[in-house]
């Protein structure tokens, strides 16, 4: 992967369909415990791009395929995910992004405005339990 020269003079790097931190992964994702599937933790991420952000330090991260919506800075770089999923799942609510967001206005520059996620919101303010391993009480009665 390389590091992209852009007119914007950004730092930026390449952003492919997947995860990008796995060491530790729970940066960037719920807790296990909050997840409708608790094994996403072990489909997602890739140590090799994990080194290649921390060697480039880019402003911004752009990533995918969990359909988790994220907006926040991790280790000094900001990670934005914004999915738009598949139609069921935005008619039931699961995703709430209904059009690709907006990493730079040509009249406001970069950072684009804080894009309000759920889950990257709730850790903003509330701090990670991983000792805790009652499921959450949305969870529990799938594994009943």
């Given at each position: 992967m390389q590091h992209i020269h852009n007119p914007f003079h950004l730092n930026c790097t390449p952003f492919p369909p997947f995860h990008p931190l796995s060491d530790p992964i729970t940066e960037l994702l719920p807790e296990k415990r909050m997840l409708f599937f608790p094994n996403l933790a072990k489909l997602v991420g890739s140590r090799p791009l994990a080194r290649r952000i921390e060697a480039l330090r880019p402003d911004a991260h752009v990533f995918g395929h969990t359909h988790i919506g994220w907006d926040g800075v991790v280790r000094g770089v900001r990670f934005l995910q914004s999915p738009l999923g598949y139609p069921h799942e935005r008619k039931a609510g699961i995703v709430h992004t209904q059009e690709p967001l907006c990493l730079y206005d040509t009249e406001k520059g970069f950072p684009?405005?804080?894009?309000?996620?759920?889950?990257?919101?709730?850790?903003?303010?509330?701090?990670?339990?991983?000792?805790?391993?009652?499921?959450?009480?949305?969870?529990?009665?799938?594994?009943?």
């Open positions: 684009a405005e804080h894009y309000p996620f759920h889950w990257s919101d709730h850790y903003r303010t509330t701090a990670r339990n991983p000792h805790i391993l009652d499921l959450a009480p949305w969870v529990a009665p799938r594994y009943a």
